[in-house]
């Protein structure tokens, strides 16, 4: 069953006509991540020094720093976590493969361990 | 296939292809920054508020040295990185000659038998109910899922190239010259490419089919194959 907010399959939103932020992995939320820390970043300079001129590049220049930010630790983290379902879904065909088995690797450290004793 | 109207990448059946969707979706993000700089310099312009006197020369000459260098960096070295990745020697288990010709495909599994055949588009008039147009043949390259397969390309007379988008695979066919690539399916299916080098009036017509079958059907085709 469709939970609510759930977006049309294939539908896409294309950022200046190339980025597609809501089918590609963490786009999204490096956009909106930029635009909350550029708002932040320049409503703060303002408030600090009240020049609206140079807060309205520290705004600019805090969108794509927290944008850029946010996607290379987002693309990281998405990177490290396919490895570990890689070698998850590896480990879960070797133990389905092999239990039992003589090439168990249980079975040879139980082995090992009543030869010691 | 590609849908009408497509745009963009078809899915990825490869890990290839996989990775160079990865490298496209960032390298999208690096040019919406870029753009997103460059719009609001352009409003700054074009509202007058920005001329050749707003910033000190050498500020603005250590600032256009650096922020390229680092969008350089941004890209070049995913890049780099997948285009080593896609010449890894890898042992492939299959190896597949394609020879293009004017225009159809010919096809050589050398490796445990000897089996050659041509591929020539389904033409439209013939063309079953359901099937795509322009992209069918009548016989298909087989490969087994999830084994690498390398593919020697060349070609009979003119230039052509052996190209899957979904695979990740584009190789010219260059008459007197060997070129190889080798590609993973990574999951059973049917993927279709277009010859992709203008090579005559039939440039269009000459389509490649593969298809990927678990490696207990491909071991049982190649076991009824003539010897």
Same mark, same amino acid.
């Given at each position: 069953m469709a939970g609510e907010g759930d977006s049309e399959p294939g539908k896409s939103f294309k950022l200046l006509?190339?980025?597609?932020v809501q089918n590609v992995p963490c786009a999204r939320d490096s956009v909106l991540y930029g635009s909350l820390g550029s708002l932040v970043m320049g409503l703060g300079h303002f408030l600090a020094t009240s020049r609206v001129r140079r807060s309205c590049d520290v705004a600019v220049g805090g969108f794509i720093s927290t944008m850029l930010g946010y996607w290379f630790y987002c693309r990281y983290t998405l990177a490290h976590q396919r490895i570990q379902q890689r070698m998850l879904k590896e480990g879960m065909r070797n133990r389905a493969l092999f239990?039992?088995?003589?090439?168990?690797p249980e079975k040879k450290q139980t082995g090992s361990e009543r030869s010691d004793s | 296939m590609a849908n009408h109207s497509q745009l963009g990448f078809q899915d990825a059946s490869s890990p290839i292809m996989e990775e160079l969707m990865r490298f496209h979706d960032h390298a999208m993000m690096v040019a919406l920054a870029i753009c997103s700089l460059v719009l609001y310099l352009l409003t700054l312009t074009l509202t007058g508020k920005?001329?050749?006197?707003?910033?000190n020369a050498q500020v603005i000459e250590i600032i256009w040295t650096i922020l390229p260098a680092a969008v350089l960096i941004m890209l070049a070295l995913p890049s780099l990185r997948i285009l080593y990745m896609m010449d890894e020697v890898n042992e492939p288990n299959l190896t597949l000659k394609a020879i293009g010709h004017q225009w159809y495909w010919t096809y050589e599994y050398t490796d445990f038998k000897d089996l050659t055949f041509d591929s020539y588009m389904t033409p439209t008039t013939d063309l079953p109910l359901g099937h795509f147009r322009l992209l069918e043949t009548d016989h298909r390259v087989i490969v087994p899922t999830r084994s690498t397969v390398r593919v020697i390309v060349t070609a009979d007379d003119v230039l052509h190239s052996w190209a899957i988008p979904s695979l990740g695979v584009k190789t010219d066919a260059i008459p007197g010259r060997l070129n190889q690539t080798s590609f993973s399916a990574s999951r059973p299916g049917v993927f279709y490419g277009q010859c +992709?080098?203008?090579?005559?009036?039939?440039? +269009?017509?000459m389509p490649i089919v593969v298809e990927s079958v678990p490696l207990a059907n491909f071991e049982s085709w190649s076991s009824t194959l003539p010897s």
């Open positions: 006509g190339f980025l597609d239990e039992g088995s003589y090439l168990d | 920005l001329s050749s006197n707003t910033v +992709s080098e203008i090579c005559g009036a039939n440039h +269009s017509f």
